[in-house]
């Protein structure tokens, strides 16, 4: 009896928003910083929530958002940010290592300065 296999799609993993916001913010940390992976999760999140709608919310062609988000791509980041928008996914920031950075010194208040 022959095996048989099929090929392993991460959309069928996507369910819900927190899923995508989730596999998107592994995809940022896993990047090796030309983008690649943040594109492949962007597309694949986009297929999993429906090209067509997310088109739409976008104001982009369906065929466009598949152009730039396919493996070939280069989306503009105004494109990738309206993606990550119509997707209800919120990017936050944070210093990627805390460790051998000098604290930031803290601005004394004027009240902190007059009773010094």
């Known amino acids: 009896m022959a095996e048989k296999f099929t090929r392993w799609d991460p959309v069928d993993h996507l369910k819900t928003d927190e899923d995508m916001a989730l596999?998107?913010?592994a995809c940022l940390n896993e990047d090796p910083g030309d983008g690649?992976?943040?594109?492949?999760?962007l597309?694949?999140?986009a297929r999993?929530?429906?090209?067509?709608?997310?088109?739409?919310?976008t104001g982009l062609t369906r065929e466009g958002l598949y152009k730039a988000l396919s493996g070939s791509g280069n989306p503009e980041f105004s494109t990738v940010l309206k993606v990550i928008k119509a997707l209800n996914i919120k990017l936050q920031?944070?210093?990627?290592?805390?460790?051998?950075?000098?604290?930031?010194?803290?601005?004394?208040?004027?009240?902190?300065?007059?009773t010094a």
Not at 36 to 41: G, V
């Open 23 to 25: 596999y998107l913010d």
């Open 36 to 41: 690649s992976l943040i594109r492949a999760a």
């Open 43 to 45: 597309n694949d999140i």
């Open 48 to 57: 999993a929530h429906g090209m067509s709608q997310l088109a739409r919310d």
């Open 93 to 114: 920031a944070a210093p990627a290592s805390t460790t051998n950075r000098p604290k930031a010194s803290r601005r004394k208040s004027a009240r902190e300065l007059s």
